[in-house]
């Protein structure tokens, strides 16, 4: 019955299976290498070779012999597998291929071709997907030959891949909309690609491809992935939309002159496509894309009424489409075309034939390189003829002339080109030798190497665009044509600057704006194992952020708090300052320290309303000792600028004599010692250092260190209290002494701030640095 014979095939199937790696040993009949008539230490170049002349002889639109579709599938999955060389090596290890199958898939398929072989079953039955027939096997893309072909055409041409596998059940499904696509698409000039992950899983991993099916898009190097609904209209659509946009610029009556006058400023001819159809035609906009680079394209919609006059004028017939190219003459076309049924191949050799200007600028090395070509051996010579000029309104009669004469002069072995000697001034040096030139110059060259070198010679008499120069250069260029020894000078020229190059934050802008279109694209349709690296680094980003965000506020609030520091030896009293070491935590990161005047204006923000945790450390000066006295002070202080909570300000005395006086009044801890501060009247050399938020203030007062050893000591230890008699002894000879050396001993006060082991005297706010307002707002 029907039953018994699903469950014998079944078991069949089964045995077949276990027992396959015995049955699918190559034949002669399936060894790649027999086929394509090579041996095993062939080469790639061999394979390739062996494979191109099997290929011509049995392409069946070649060979009519019925069995030639059957050999050109077998001799182009031979070529397959010899043209890779991991599953060359597999071959080579294990022997085995599939019959009907490319080698190097799956052990599945070699069972199932085994069992093809040795059985006869309706296929059907089993509802296996086809293998991919000879219509698709042209569309096949491998590796190297995506990197190497597809991936460069696509800066030309849009293409549209399909990614499929034998395996793949729901690919069935598709094929037909796939088909009819690729048969609209193609004709228009879209590339097609197939990619099978089982044959290409490096290729499919560099697409970004991990399911079956999938279909995405390449242009300018882009993947960009589809996902709607496979119909013909989708993937249309999906193809347009890769497109850049504003490629085709709509003209109508009204702009056009502005549109044709562009070539002056882009150096490109002009194409004005008249058809009556609305919208741009896909054709169209895939020709612009081609030739972008070359030539500005724009559409006049012949069904538009205010579109009339311009019909007329250019004597269009509006029963066909209709092409005009414009060159440096806007008011006549320099070639025209007229079809019914415009096909890609008529559009495209159309727009190449005119891809420049009679007279171009050289404004890139890639113009330079398709006008003044390398010379070839097997080619007539070519030359050209270079206008060296100005951008000036004084140049523009003998450029115009220039155009005149080659107008009138052009030649196929001719090619005129100007230069513009500012943008260009590597290149015009090497042809003029580095003489200044102050009039256009012409200049006859013809390149030899892609290297650069060329052959040339400047025309006597330079170029104003006279009768008279006109016919000397053409009778040079009539010696040159029988006597191509007559450029006499040789030099190599530097590569063009490239003047139509955007701005780098152009450049940036669009590189970012295709970056975050990739992701916006991946998380919207949920492509988790591309978007994995991106996210871990956004998150790790953000992690790293915001962990430097809370040490930061931790490390703030416990400035407020008096910092223990390590134990530091104290130098001893003798030593020089240069012999002090560096004590501050961080090191300083400029070689000065930004020191501020205490006025008005910055009163409040550097002191009265100063960050919690912040301290500003202030020197009172005066008029006659600021400069001496601030270079001593930056000099002590220096090896503390580097600590973001320090803050460096100086008050003159002078200015504001009464904030000191003020300040010692308002303190505190007054009783402890402090009537001679008050009672003195210049607080010169005096150091202050001011926590605004906290209303307390530490003060150093100047100490004598002079040259008697004992002194120093004995005034060394004095000064370890804040308020002992040393320090008022000091003060008693500091008008005796140098102003600079106020300030010998406010290194090692420094550090004891820094340790904040110093007396604290407290207020209840701060004065005003203007007596008449009293004390200022805390």
Not at 199 to 206: D, F, N, P, V
Not at 569 to 583: C, N
Request: proline fraction near 5%; glycine fraction near 4%.
């Amino acid at each position: 019955s029907h039953r018994s014979m699903r469950i014998c095939v079944s078991l069949l199937l089964v045995i077949l299976f276990i027992f396959g790696e015995h049955l699918v040993k190559s034949s002669p009949e399936n060894d790649p290498y027999k086929t394509l008539g090579v041996s095993k230490s062939a080469s790639q170049t061999e394979i390739k070779k062996a494979y191109k002349h099997l290929a011509r002889e049995w392409h069946p639109d070649k060979n009519k012999d019925p069995g030639a579709e059957d050999m050109f599938i077998k001799i182009t999955k031979s070529y397959e597998i010899l043209s890779n060389e991991e599953r060359r090596a597999n071959f080579d290890r294990y022997g085995q291929m599939e019959d009907n199958q490319a080698f190097g898939h799956s052990q599945q398929q070699g069972y199932r071709s085994s069992f093809h072989n040795s059985f006869y079953f309706d296929e059907s039955f089993f509802h296996f997907p086809k293998s991919r027939d000879f219509a698709d096997s042209k569309y096949l893309l491998h590796h190297a030959q995506f990197n190497s072909d597809v991936l460069p055409d696509s800066y030309r041409r849009p293409y549209l891949i399909k990614v499929t596998s034998d395996w793949c059940f729901a690919c069935i499904h598709i094929e037909p909309v796939w088909r009819e696509s690729v048969q609209e698409l193609e004709p228009l000039g879209v590339g097609i690609g197939i990619v099978d992950m089982g044959y290409e899983r490096r290729l499919a991993s560099q697409l970004g491809a991990h399911r079956t099916p999938s279909i995405l898009g390449v242009v300018n190097g882009r993947f960009t992935f589809f996902h709607q609904a496979v119909v013909r209209e989708n993937l249309r659509q999906f193809i347009e939309d890769l497109l850049p946009q504003r490629m085709v610029e709509k003209v109508t009556d009204k702009n056009y002159q502005s549109f044709l006058n562009g070539w002056q400023s882009e150096n490109k001819p002009s194409v004005l496509l008249f058809d009556q159809v609305p919208i741009f035609p896909l054709m169209y906009k895939l020709t612009a894309f081609a030739f972008r680079d070359y030539v500005r394209f724009g559409y006049v919609d012949q069904g538009e009424k205010y579109n009339t006059p311009l019909l007329r004028r250019f004597n269009i017939n509006t029963h066909a489409p209709t092409m005009l190219l414009f060159k440096e003459d806007t008011e006549k076309p320099a070639d025209i075309i007229q079809a019914r049924g415009m096909k890609r191949q008529i559009m495209e050799e159309f727009v190449s034939n005119n891809k420049f200007l009679r007279v171009p600028r050289l404004v890139n090395q890639q113009l330079f390189d398709e006008l003044c070509p390398v010379k070839q051996f097997h080619r007539r010579r070519k030359y050209c003829v270079l206008l060296i000029t100005g951008e000036d309104q004084a140049f523009v009669p003998g450029n115009e002339a220039f155009l005149q004469f080659a107008t009138a002069n052009s030649k196929e072995v001719l090619r005129f080109a100007y230069v513009y000697q500012r943008q260009q001034q590597p290149l015009c040096q090497a042809l003029l030798q580095n003489h200044a030139v102050l009039s256009p110059q012409v200049v006859i060259l013809e390149r030899r190497s892609p290297a650069g070198k060329v052959m040339y010679r400047s025309v006597i008499g330079g170029w104003n665009g006279s009768e008279e120069d006109k016919h000397r250069l053409y009778e040079q260029l009539e010696l040159l044509q029988r006597d191509p020894a007559y450029l006499t000078s040789d030099a190599t020229l530097p590569e063009l600057n490239n003047e139509m190059a955007p701005m780098f934050l152009i450049q940036w802008m669009n590189t970012a704006y295709d970056y975050f279109l990739q992701i916006y694209d991946d998380i919207l349709y949920s492509n988790w194992r591309e978007m994995m690296p991106i996210l871990s680094l956004i998150f790790s980003a953000l992690f790293i952020l915001f962990g430097t965000v809370i040490i930061q506020a931790f490390s703030e609030s416990g400035e407020d708090k008096p910092q223990k520091a390590k134990p530091r030896e104290r130098p001893k009293a003798e030593e020089d300052d240069s012999s002090r070491p560096t004590t501050s935590s961080r090191p300083p990161k400029k070689d000065f320290v930004e020191v501020t005047e205490l006025t008005d204006i910055t009163y409040t923000s550097n002191l009265v309303k100063l960050r919690p945790g912040h301290i500003n450390i202030v020197l009172v000066l005066s008029e006659a000792s600021k400069n001496a006295l601030l270079r001593k002070f930056a000099k002590e202080v220096f090896s503390f600028s580097g600590t973001q909570t320090l803050h460096f300000s100086f008050l003159n005395a002078d200015k504001h004599r009464q904030w000191m006086p003020a300040l010692l009044a308002l303190t505190l801890d007054s009783a402890q010692g402090h009537s001679d501060d008050e009672e003195s009247s210049d607080h010169t050399g005096y150091v202050l250092a001011l926590n605004g938020y906290k209303k307390y203030f530490c003060l150093f007062r100047p100490v004598f260190t002079g040259d008697d050893a004992s002194e120093a000591s004995t005034r060394s230890r004095s000064h370890s209290r804040e308020d002992g008699s040393g320090s008022r002894r000091a003060s008693s000879r500091a008008t005796s002494l140098e102003v600079h050396h106020k300030l010998d001993r406010l290194g090692l006060w420094m550090e004891r701030l820094m340790e904040g082991t110093l007396t604290r005297l407290r207020v209840h706010a701060w004065p005003s640095l203007d007596p008449a307002h009293g004390s200022a707002e805390s």
